[in-house]
């Protein structure tokens, strides 16, 4: 039973890697498709969802499956309840991909306006988080994934300055408007792509440390000073 439990789990972990893999091409596309305005790309990456989320399912029900038969505890329940997370936040970065794409064709006329935003910049550490969180879970390292949940602010950051200078263009031209708000929404979708890695990161600190960080509390934990009063000024906070 114990060998046929193991073998599940070399299942599941296979199914995601093989997840990430695909998330993370779809997004590598997804943004040379905006960068290099190539049109061959932009129908991959709508080509492979539909890969995206068979393989959603799979794990799905893989997860489902070892949960009902095994009732497994301790580090392995926690891999299994991350795992569907995991699968969940990977699933909805291919579909940023797609949307990501789906704005291509309202930059043609306008895209002069990409290098005067932050999107170069924005999408290479948004790439380098899904990575980085990818990897965090394959090497089981909370460092890693410490680094990605610490890097979203940055994301954050450059969502804003984006905002700011698409208005401008905005007011400066009318004819800035329909490639502005493309490339607005674009830079909103890259911000929750970062969202989502950050996700991916906090399941596999939750994995490995058995500690949850969620809703943005980590600095009750990665902070190097003495936390003993984090309850109080949580219960002030409340107040």
Not at 51 to 66: E, G
Not at 94 to 106: L, R
Not at 154 to 182: C, R, S, W
Request: net charge negative; charged share 35%.
């Amino acid at each position: 039973m114990e060998r046929q439990f193991d073998l599940q789990i070399e299942k599941l972990k296979k199914k995601i890697l093989k997840m990430c893999s695909l998330v993370d091409e779809q997004v590598e596309y997804a943004v040379k498709a905006v960068e290099a305005d190539d049109e061959e790309l932009v129908k991959l990456v709508i080509e492979r969802d539909n890969k995206v989320d068979k393989y959603d399912l799979k794990i799905d029900k893989i997860c489902q499956k070892i949960i009902a038969l095994n009732q497994p505890v301790a580090m392995d329940l926690r891999l299994i309840m991350s795992a569907l997370t995991i699968n969940n936040n990977l699933e909805r970065i291919g579909d940023i991909a797609v949307n990501v794409v789906e704005n291509y064709n309202f930059l043609k006329r306008r895209r002069d306006l990409i290098k005067k935003t932050k999107f170069s910049e924005m999408s290479k550490v948004v790439k380098e988080m899904l990575r980085n969180s990818i990897d965090s879970f394959i090497q089981n390292d909370p460092k890693l994934a410490q680094k990605v949940i610490q890097t979203d602010q940055i994301i954050d950051n450059y969502n804003i300055e984006n905002h700011n200078i698409l208005i401008g263009a905005m007011k400066e031209n009318p004819d800035n408007i329909e490639a502005a708000v493309a490339l607005i929404v674009i830079s909103r979708q890259l911000e929750r792509l970062g969202d989502h890695a950050t996700n991916i990161a906090e399941d596999v600190f939750f994995i490995v440390e058995a500690q949850m960080i969620k809703h943005k509390y980590e600095k009750y934990i990665f902070s190097e000073e003495d936390n003993d009063d984090d309850e109080d000024d949580l219960d002030s906070e409340e107040k």
